[in-house]
């Protein structure tokens, strides 16, 4: 690989925009800070320098450059990494060939390509006037069922089914992914709609009925091998960029909710595809946005799912708030009904998670009971202590001493033990992992990462290692010497970001740069303090051979040998 053309990708790409584009990122002083997406992470530990174009995370300690965090995070290999980002900044890559990866399912990926295009046609052939004139009339125009690729599946079962079969796809195949059973389809005379997995591809369906044929209404994909329900989001592949933009995501439960709510231009919306939330769907949500609106059906279930998912995602440190519809209106109906400015209105003043909890509540007390009204304040005391806000904190507690003519004193007594209880819970369990995870670094290490960070940030100290001819403690820590000596004698300077790519297939000396990397160490350094950490590093080399030496004096059976080694075990005491 031209080592050229990899540094000057490489310095043509700002590692904030490119990472800023996969997951959200916000400043904090000259730093960015996300949620890692390389572990299971609640706050944002990610952090992206921009001055020295590397991310770091300082909980599960992944580091690396702009090309690394591509690689894990998309799972590309280097070859096209460079293609994609050098096509991204117009750097010539055509000379890059990349060879084409072969999976198990692409054959069903195909499959579904081509029935998608197949049952598209359908709709905009002549068997598809009276789906289009049903379609028209719900206000679903020739636009939209071009942008959402919508389709028709045809009165007669058999006809998707032997078009595939007469390709050479196995009918088992078909059958195994949900498209037919047997020799007949499993979708007739319903509108489609394609279900697309997070990088676009379609992987299932959804068929509603446009006649009153007594059948159900949807006819969904079940599970298969690629379409697994819990680990998609409805629009997700084309929200992404949108919701970068809007700094939010709008989580809607069904597809036509989302396509009601392009076509007002509102596109940072997503899908769950039902009421339920997985913990998949959570970290998929936290890739588009830390700032997240819900906006379900404004039924009682509706209004159940949102109360339950407003939970999971406020335990993952997520911003929420509410578009509180009217029952039992849902997106596509109140935009229908109510028209485009009221519903913009609504979601321009949707209201925090928290606060449309308390009313939710609210509604369901009987104030005229003490018992009740006891509850509900001890309710909202509970609920306050999830807010972070001291300000918002002192106004519910005002609101409730005012509300109920209660002392602000004695509401601040009990919110303050339901809060010493709830930091009790949260602080025991990191504690325990925090113990297993990380391992106390002995002062030898502190100091050999010390000198080889420094050697990575300030050129003066790789001299002046080779010239005091330091010997590193492990062969991990010769090895990144050697290399980070090499690289600068190569190139006259030490470029972190390079460097890394000059490592990457270098595992040894990866993990232990990712370890100095995700360390706080000084980023300039005296020539007082660098002897310091010399002495430190020379005082360990010393005692290793001592203890080996004292070993060595207690097998040996001769006397004058014993006294030679006890000998130089002296002179290695004295300093000599």
């Not at 000259?30 to 890692?36: A, E, I, Q």
């Not at 919701?243 to 596109?267: H, N, P, Q, W, Y």
């Not at 519910?396 to 007594?413: C, Q, S």
């Not at 919110?415 to 930091?423: P, S, Y």
């Amino acid at each position: 690989m031209n080592n050229d053309l990899v540094s000057t990708i490489r310095s043509k790409t700002d590692i904030v925009d490119i990472i800023g584009e996969e997951i959200p990122l916000v400043a904090r002083g000259k730093n960015f800070f996300g949620v890692c997406p390389f572990h299971d992470d609640s706050n944002p530990s990610m952090c992206v320098s921009r001055e020295k174009q590397i991310y770091t995370c300082f909980s599960c300690h992944a580091t690396g450059n702009v090309y690394t965090f591509l690689m894990n995070y998309h799972h590309m290999d280097f070859k096209e990494t460079l293609k994609y980002l050098g096509e991204k900044v117009g750097v010539d890559v055509s000379n890059i060939s990349i060879k084409s990866k072969v999976t198990k399912f692409d054959k069903f990926y195909d499959i579904y390509n081509f029935s998608n295009k197949y049952y598209h046609n359908n709709l905009l052939s002549k068997a598809g006037v009276v789906a289009r004139k049903y379609l028209a009339n719900r206000k679903i125009t020739d636009e939209v069922i071009k942008e959402f690729e919508i389709g028709l599946s045809l009165e007669d079962r058999g006809d998707l089914t032997r078009l595939l079969t007469s390709k050479n796809y196995e009918l088992s195949e078909l059958n195994r992914i949900g498209l037919s059973s047997d020799d007949r389809d499993i979708y007739n005379d319903r509108i489609m709609f394609p279900l697309y997995d997070v990088n676009g591809r379609v992987v299932g369906f959804s068929g509603r009925i446009y006649k009153d044929n007594g059948q159900n209404k949807y006819l969904n994909t079940r599970e298969t091998d690629i379409f697994k329900k819990g680990e998609m989001l409805y629009h997700y592949h084309i929200a992404r960029e949108e919701c970068r933009l809007k700094k939010s995501v709008i989580v809607m439960e069904g597809f036509m909710d989302v396509i009601r709510a392009s076509t007002i231009g509102i596109k940072n919306t997503v899908a769950l595809m039902g009421t339920a939330l997985t913990k998949e769907q959570i970290n998929l949500l936290k890739r588009l946005s830390n700032n997240i609106i819900l906006c379900l059906d404004g039924d009682d279930p509706g209004v159940h799912a949102t109360l339950s998912i407003g939970d999971m995602l406020l335990d993952e440190g997520i911003e929420v708030k509410v578009v509180n519809l009217p029952n039992p209106d849902d997106p596509d109906s109140f935009i229908l009904n109510n028209g485009e400015e009221r519903f913009k209105n609504l979601v321009d003043s949707a209201i925090n998670f928290n606060d449309f909890k308390l009313n939710k509540l609210k509604e369901k007390v009987d104030f005229r009971s003490d018992v009740e009204k006891a509850d509900y304040i001890n309710t909202v005391l509970s609920e306050t202590v999830k807010i972070n806000d001291p300000i918002r904190i002192e106004i519910v507690l005002k609101k409730l001493a005012k509300e109920f003519d209660i002392g602000y004193n004695t509401l601040e007594m009990r919110f303050n033990d339901l809060k010493g209880k709830t930091e009790k819970k949260v602080v025991e369990k990191p504690i325990i992992i925090d113990r297993i995870k990380s391992k106390k670094k002995t002062k030898y290490e502190k100091a050999m990462e010390q000198i080889l960070y420094s050697m990575l940030n300030n050129d003066w100290v790789i001299s002046q290692v080779s010239k005091e001819r330091l010997i590193f403690p492990s062969d991990q820590s010769r090895l990144l010497a050697s290399e980070i000596s090499y690289y600068y004698s190569q190139n006259g300077n030490i470029n972190i970001p390079d460097f890394y790519t000059y490592v990457q297939d270098k595992e040894d000396i990866v993990v232990l740069l990712n370890e100095i990397l995700a360390n706080d160490y000084l980023d300039e350094i005296s020539k007082e303090e660098l002897f310091q950490y010399f002495k430190v590093i020379r005082d360990y080399s010393k005692n290793q051979e001592i203890k080996r030496l004292t070993v060595l004096m207690k097998k040996e059976s001769d006397p004058i040998e014993q006294a030679k080694i006890a000998d130089k075990i002296m002179k290695l005491r004295i300093g000599e």
